[in-house]
């Protein structure tokens, strides 16, 4: 699978985040609800938050973001943060 790098200015659990990395998992069964340029307005809606892992393992926090509301739709976001690093990874990205 690929990854999409954009750049980013946003902080989130007290980190400066630079860019973010898309992966194209979101593709396979959300292209037709979802899209790059959406995924990047529901990471905006990470500023200034703190959020709690719902994993942490070899060097990588995973975190959920669920019920984002965005053009009068709700969707859910899956996304890391890895140890030492300044970007966000969308791991998954889906309307509710």
């Known amino acids: ?7 980013a200015k946003i902080n989130v659990n007290d980190l400066t985040i630079d860019r973010v ?3 194209s998992h979101y ?3 959300h292209a037709k609800s979802i899209n790059d340029e959406l995924i990047l307005q ?3 809606t990470l ?4 959020h709690e892992a719902t994993d942490n393992s070899d060097g990588f926090s995973y975190f959920v973001k669920d019920f984002i509301s965005c053009n ?3 969707y859910k ?3 890391l943060l890895e140890d030492g690093q300044s970007y966000i990874g969308v ?3 889906y309307r509710r």
Request: charged fraction near 45%; hydrophobic fraction near 35%.
């Open 1 to 7: 699978m690929s990854r999409r790098e954009y750049p």
């Open 21 to 23: 990395e898309i992966d």
């Open 27 to 29: 593709e396979e069964k």
């Open 42 to 44: 529901l990471v905006k």
């Open 47 to 50: 500023d200034g938050e703190e």
């Open 72 to 74: 009068n739709k709700l």
């Open 77 to 79: 976001l899956v996304w």
């Open 91 to 93: 791991v998954n990205a």
